[in-house]
């Protein structure tokens, strides 16, 4: 398919065989592993000067149950 939006509810077969193992591969790794890799990826972020992340407020438009 050519957008996730023309895949079947709770299906992942827009995704390539590299997608599907790398998602595969997060969902095998426990918390704390996973807690490792997202320091790793800041960490990354942070010596290539990215910006940092902006204190204000996210308005969000009204909730609608």
């Known amino acids: 398919c050519s957008s996730a939006a023309e895949a079947a509810p709770g299906s992942f077969s827009c995704l390539d065989a590299a997608a599907r193992h790398d998602l595969d ?11 490792a890799v ?17 204190r204000e407020p996210i308005v969000h438009g009204p909730l609608l149950l």
């Open 25 to 35: 591969y997060a969902r095998s790794l426990s918390p704390g592993e996973r807690l």
């Open 38 to 54: 997202l320091n790793e990826i800041l960490l990354l972020a942070e010596a290539f000067g990215l910006p940092p992340p902006s």
